[in-house]
């Protein structure tokens, strides 16, 4: 779990040169730093932030005393953050909470109670930023009725634009059965459910990714999401529930790169035992939006390749400090002018219904 420390550090790259003194006289007044504004074919277009992390401390006195007591912190909310949006040049931001701590709650009052709080709190901070914010919901997967009623309060009542969950529930499966009154829930009410990973310890052993390089972030966030959406089409929940929406962090993890052997798997492996009843592309192509952490022109025009530009929206994982910039997006010269914009805003404007 990161810390407060590690948010600051973080948004210090990005803070340096945000205020600046006149004339060498270091008691001038500070001043606000410019805001980075985003044109494409010379029209200012609306750059959209799925990715960013946040935390809220309405929940804290719910959790003070328990075991829970350290999780709940780590990425504040505050002004600072409308400072670093304006230096990337986002104009609207999606916040989320994950680690998905609570999910380990077995009280369910407790659970609910940690929920409320966490929806409650971003809705706030939105409501004090509503031309620059708006915010996911956190849920109780670990009850997945409760979760599905979290789920539309947060929606309903907070004006929540859509879910935030991790790929697996204490080890569970979310293409399991189980798990289906969230889905469907989720499918009712036509909202996104954007997936981030949380080292992939559902699959990998414990150690294997220990050592140098921080593997379990590096390799195991992107496995992990893998694995997610991948049981997702082969178990068939996109067929069950065919209004369903799912985003995924880090650029869809492996599957979009390796594609193609999943969508023979079904062919050519006679214990696939598949369940759904498409093409495992046509699910990327319809029902999966990914994110831009791709870091590269070539993984970005890959990604486009299998999925289209439809399928694809910025993101930053904001505030942690990963080089993914508007830039990536502006700069690809095989990008025609309209793609760009869809990737840098108007798809997330269609998905999560922006209006303002």
Excluded at 219 to 248: C, K, M, Q, S, W
Aim: glycine residues 10%.
């Amino acid at each position: 779990m990161s810390t407060r420390r590690d948010f600051l550090s973080a948004f210090a790259g990005a803070a340096v040169g945000a205020y600046v003194v006149g004339r060498g006289d270091s008691t001038a007044a500070p001043q606000a730093p410019v805001r980075r504004q985003v044109s494409i074919g010379g029209r200012r277009v609306r750059v959209i932030d799925i990715h960013a992390h946040a935390t809220v401390r309405e929940v804290d006195p719910v959790v003070k005393g328990t075991p829970y007591e350290r999780q709940a912190g780590g990425r504040p909310l505050g002004p600072d953050r409308i400072a670093l949006i304006d230096s990337q040049g986002i104009d609207v931001q999606v916040l989320s909470i994950n680690g998905f701590w609570w999910w380990a709650v077995t009280d369910r009052a407790l659970a609910d109670r940690i929920v409320r709080a966490q929806n409650e709190g971003l809705a706030a901070f939105v409501a004090r930023y509503p031309d620059r914010f708006v915010a996911m919901a956190s849920t109780s997967l670990q009850f997945p009725e409760l979760a599905a009623a979290q789920l539309e309060d947060g929606v309903k009542r907070l004006g929540l634009r859509a879910a935030a969950i991790g790929g697996h529930v204490n080890g569970e499966d979310l293409s399991l059965p189980k798990f289906d009154p969230f889905w469907a829930k989720a499918a009712e009410l036509g909202v996104l459910v954007f997936m981030h990973p949380g080292r992939a310890d559902n699959i990998i052993r414990e150690g294997a990714l220990g050592g140098r390089g921080d593997l379990g972030n590096i390799i195991g966030n992107p496995l992990e999401t893998t694995y997610f959406l991948t049981r997702l089409i082969f178990d068939g929940v996109f067929d069950r529930f065919p209004g369903l929406r799912v985003g995924a962090a880090h650029a869809g993890g492996y599957l979009p790169s390796y594609v193609m052997r999943t969508e023979v798997a079904c062919d050519v492996r006679n214990n696939a035992n598949c369940a759904n009843a498409k093409r495992p592309k046509a699910y990327l192509r319809s029902q999966v939006w990914v994110d831009t952490m791709v870091f590269s022109d070539e993984g970005l025009r890959h990604l486009v390749s299998e999925m289209g530009a439809s399928q694809i929206v910025y993101g930053t994982d904001n505030p942690l400090n990963w080089p993914v910039t508007v830039d990536l997006v502006l700069n690809a010269s095989w990008l025609g002018n309209a793609d760009k914009e869809a990737i840098l805003g108007g798809n997330l404007v269609k998905l999560l219904r922006i209006t303002s």
